[in-house]
């Protein structure tokens, strides 16, 4: 039989959601489905009460810009199993696996977000519960980061099995389910409860007359022990309907642990037809827009940065205004901003909107051919066109606004690790052409990833043994302007799992690690995922480059300064030589 690893979510948007949540976790009210005896061996790493918890949750949001209205302030974490995998595996078995998900959970979203995971061995199958507030690298409050959407969702569960359950041969959990864990308290509460009433009725025993008494003291059977002989075959039948009740809410309960992989299955294929049978409608172009990491202009909701340039959308309708022309409808405009063609941008589509939505955005008759390429094989990740035309302006970009030298310019250019695009974006290339960060060069630039989201990588000079991480391409070339001599990792757009298995990496090959992220409250947070062996280097003022750009402004000012003094000299000489006084 398949074991399978169970990973469930459940966000929490109010203080009493988290408060309610946690008393029943850390058992301060009753709890049904859990056995008292057993309550004893549950533990808690972190906060140990309610009151503590949302103590810790309030001082953690304290640390972020902004908590809108509607922000999920905590995510509720819920780890287990098949039943089968704890009823074989040993108690040393079962910890290292609780071991290996709550050290999941802190690579993933940070330790100082972890607030609370407590392991339960009081109810039927032993799990855990976690509490983690959901901030991202950057310090802001964003679960959409973390969870937003099927493919993210899906992701998680994936990395989850492939980190935590594989080891300990256990499956992952089927896609889609919204299994939930209330289920079960619904299954305990029912056996619980008290038994009701069985439909068999008993009639009430009429008493025997004197001459019936007289006639059963003598031996003789009469109607009223007749009677009473059906009354207490009624009975003991209510009595035995009694126990078969109750042994059949039991049944159904243990049963619902065993076919719970059944029933995952039989929640995806539901959720499977659910979502060929809605209604066709056309994809919101703000949805594809952000699920492009495209940026919302603040002070005109229609405008948007993207890899285009700047982008205004009116219903179904857009228009680039860099490139003077437009189209309607999500193909159009996904082919146009990642350079693509129509076969790609239908699997882009699919991917991230299902096949259904896809098929609204077409005629009709093209529903076999639109089903036919989005399930066919999808390429692998297509490099941005280079545009050799555009490398002057690129390069322009980067050394006079930025104040890069045009020798490590030229020189990641000639690595072929930065180039320009038909957009005048500066692309910088990440891993073996497997992904890359584009940055806009325009007033207000675009930023945003494609591909897989690897590290923008800077050898070190003479091979040193150090390593710094910083936050963008832009910083890490910075930075070796600065005179910076070891090796330096950008690790814009990588999650907290992959910085710190990089960290890990390095420090096992000898390297010394300096976290050099931004001097502000998201680096701080992005050090800390670096480990207590890193050691912090900030720049002087937020980032970098901007300790580039003000070092260049310096330069220039004291050459100016120094030109008018030698000026001054020259002027006081010559007035000197003719004998003049000034």
Excluded at 395 to 405: I, W
Aim: aromatic share 8%; with cysteine; charged share 30%.
């Amino acid at each position: 039989m398949i074991n399978y690893a169970i990973l469930r979510i459940a966000k929490l948007k109010k203080m009493s959601n988290i408060s309610g949540s946690a008393r029943h976790n850390f058992r301060e009210k009753e709890t049904l489905n859990a056995d008292s005896e057993f309550t004893k061996n549950n533990f808690t790493n972190g906060c140990q009460s309610s009151k503590e918890l949302l103590q810790a949750a309030k001082k953690r949001l304290e640390t972020v810009p902004m908590v809108r209205k509607d922000s999920v302030l905590a995510i509720e974490y819920f780890i287990g199993a098949s039943p089968e995998f704890f009823q074989k595996s040993s108690k040393e078995q079962i910890e290292n696996y609780f071991n290996k998900a709550e050290k999941w959970l802190k690579d993933r979203h940070g330790q100082e977000n972890v607030l609370a995971v407590t392991r339960q061995y009081d109810e039927t199958s032993p799990h855990i519960c976690a509490y983690v507030i959901p901030i991202d690298e950057k310090g802001r409050l964003n679960c959409s980061f973390f969870l937003d959407g099927r493919k993210k969702l899906s992701e998680m569960q994936t990395d989850f099995a492939e980190n935590c359950a594989k080891e300990f041969g256990l499956e992952r959990g089927i896609e889609g389910s919204q299994a939930k864990h209330t289920t079960i308290k619904e299954y305990y509460s029912r056996i619980q409860s008290p038994i009701p009433e069985v439909k068999t009725i008993v009639p009430e025993l009429e008493p025997a007359t004197k001459t019936q008494i007289i006639a059963e003291a003598l031996g003789f059977e009469t109607q009223h022990t007749k009677q009473k002989k059906i009354i207490d075959d009624l009975e003991k039948k209510q009595i035995q309907e009694k126990i078969d009740k109750q042994k059949s809410i039991e049944a159904k309960a243990k049963q619902y642990d065993l076919e719970a992989p059944k029933t995952l299955y039989r929640e995806a294929q539901i959720i499977k037809m659910r979502e060929t049978s809605i209604q066709l409608r056309q994809i919101p172009l703000e949805s594809v827009l952000e699920r492009l990491e495209c940026q919302r202009d603040k002070n005109d909701k229609k405008n948007w940065k993207t890899p285009a340039g700047r982008l205004t959308v009116t219903d179904n309708q857009f228009y680039a205004h860099d490139l003077g022309k437009g189209g309607g409808g999500a193909i159009d405009l996904v082919i146009m901003l990642e350079q693509t063609d129509y076969k790609n941008s239908v699997h882009w589509l699919s991917q991230n909107f299902g096949i259904s939505a896809v098929i609204s955005e077409s005629v009709t008759h093209l529903k076999p051919e639109i089903e036919k390429i989005a399930k066919s094989v999808q390429k692998s990740f297509s490099m941005p066109p280079l545009s050799q035309e555009n490398w002057q302006y690129v390069k322009n970009y980067l050394t006079k606004t930025r104040k890069l030298s045009e020798k490590i310019v030229d020189d990641m250019h000639t690595q072929k690790k930065l180039y320009a695009d038909n957009y005048k974006n500066a692309v910088f290339v990440l891993g073996n052409n497997e992904g890359v960060v584009l940055r806009g060069t325009t007033d207000k630039p675009f930023h945003g990833v494609r591909g897989k989201k690897l590290a923008f990588e800077i050898e070190s000079i003479n091979q040193e043994k150090t390593v710094a991480f910083v936050e963008s391409a832009i910083d890490a070339m910075s930075l070796r302007n600065l005179n910076f001599t070891g090796k330096i990792v950008a690790t814009s757009g990588n999650s907290n799992i992959e910085v710190s298995r990089l960290a890990d990496e390095y420090t096992k090959q000898g390297f010394k690690i300096i976290a050099a992220y931004d001097n502000d409250r998201a680096g701080e947070a992005m050090s800390i995922n670096l480990g207590y062996s890193a050691e912090r280097m900030k720049p002087k003022t937020k980032d970098w480059n901007d300790d580039l750009v003000m070092q260049k402004i310096n330069y220039s000012q004291q050459q100016e300064f120094s030109k008018t003094i030698e000026k001054k000299k020259l002027e006081n000489s010559r007035s000197l030589d003719l004998g003049w006084e000034r």
